[in-house]
């Protein structure tokens, strides 16, 4: 299982972006999918999630009704639309696939993308 995060770059505050995430794996709508981010000198922290027929999704409090997830199974995609991006939001963002997940928020996924750079300037 290979996971391809792509669409950071850097936004004025305020802003929008939207990120990718393709999932080459068998049986992709199988998959439950994750956003966690690692801002500069802090922890890896959750962010969204979507199981894997789109009907639960999960927020942390921090980016609640700024960010959405969603996904196309028939392109292996999951999206995170970010608006009304903060200076906060700056951080490295990865994806994480897995099946079978009791939590959607814990980051014991066991397949991880090598993250995209999103930087929020003033």
């Known amino acids: 299982v290979q996971l391809q995060a792509s669409g950071g770059g850097l936004v004025q505050a305020g802003g929008s972006l939207r990120l990718s995430c393709v999932v080459s794996?068998?049986?992709?709508?199988?998959?439950?999918v994750a956003w966690f981010r690692q801002a500069p000198g802090k922890e890896r922290e959750f962010a969204a999630a979507?199981?894997?027929?789109?009907?639960?999704?999960r927020y942390a409090d921090s980016v609640k009704g700024r960010f959405t997830i969603s996904r196309d199974n028939a392109k292996n995609t999951v999206f995170l639309r970010m608006n009304s991006l903060k200076l906060e939001d700056t951080a490295v963002y990865y994806c994480?696939?897995?099946?079978?997940?009791?939590?959607?928020?814990?980051?014991?996924?066991?397949?991880w993308g090598r993250g995209t750079l999103v930087t929020v300037s003033s």
């Open positions: 994480a696939a897995d099946t079978s997940r009791s939590s959607l928020m814990s980051d014991t996924y066991r397949y």
């Open positions: 794996a068998p049986s992709f709508s199988n998959y439950d």
């Open positions: 979507i199981s894997w027929n789109g009907g639960n999704t």
